[in-house]
């Protein structure tokens, strides 16, 4: 299996290659959270995140709302 790798919120990180932005999700537990997701400082809308494939040096940055007031 190939692999691809991208930093995740500043972390190195290795990925199936062909992995979507939703298997990432999947994969850091996060699929029922609300959750903002950048990819090379652009915004993946959630309508894209299961067809958006991850690529080799993608920088990704999620960032999850907290509820609380």
Do not use: W, Y
């Not at 609300?34 to 993946?44: Q, S, T, W």
């Amino acid at each position: 299996m190939d692999f691809v790798n991208i930093t995740l919120n500043g972390e190195p990180r290795q990925l199936p290659q062909s992995a979507t932005v939703l298997d990432l999700l999947q994969d850091q537990g996060l699929l029922q959270r609300r959750v903002a997701v950048e990819v090379n400082a652009e915004i993946v809308t959630r309508s894209l995140h299961a067809t958006h494939v991850l690529e080799d040096g993608d920088v990704v940055e999620i960032v999850h709302a907290l509820g609380g007031g």
